[in-house]
C-alpha cells in the first residue's frame, strides 16, 4: 500500500473517527508529519490484512469498522493486535501480525496460529 493513499484522508477528521482508535491517534500525535503519515498507513494496511484474514478464516464476509481492530506496539516494539467487535470468533493460537514500511510504501501480513 502506499502511504499517498492515505496520506490525504489521514488529516481528515470523519476518517480517522472512522478507522483509528483513540490509542492508535494519540500514538500518531507524537510523531512529525511524515511519522505520522507512515505510522496512520502503515497501520491501515495492517487492519486490512486483519479483515481479510478474519474473512478468510471464517469463510464469510465480515462488517465492522477499521477502529475495531486496533494495532499499538508492545513494549518490545512488536505489534499486537486487539479486537472488538460482535463476532464471536475463537483461535486457540492467536492472531499475529507483521508490518514494514519504507519510504511512501508499507505492507503487512496477518496470521491465525
Do not use: Q
Not at 55 to 74: A, D, H, Q, R
Not at 84 to 95: E, R, V
Amino acid at each position: 500500500m502506499s502511504t499517498k493513499e492515505v496520506e490525504s484522508m489521514c488529516f481528515k477528521r470523519w476518517f480517522v473517527l472512522y478507522a483509528y482508535t483513540y490509542e492508535e491517534f494519540l500514538k500518531s500525535e507524537t510523531f512529525s508529519r511524515s511519522r505520522k503519515i507512515e505510522y496512520l498507513s502503515s497501520r491501515f494496511c495492517a487492519k486490512e490484512a486483519v479483515f481479510k484474514c478474519l474473512c478468510s478464516y471464517t469463510g464469510e464476509k465480515l462488517k465492522f469498522k477499521p477502529k475495531s481492530i486496533e494495532v499499538l506496539n508492545n513494549v518490545n516494539n512488536v505489534p499486537v493486535v486487539k479486537l472488538d467487535f460482535p463476532y464471536d470468533i475463537s483461535f486457540t493460537g492467536g492472531l499475529t501480525v507483521s508490518i514494514s514500511h519504507k519510504k511512501n510504501i508499507c505492507v503487512a501480513i496477518a496470521l491465525i496460529k
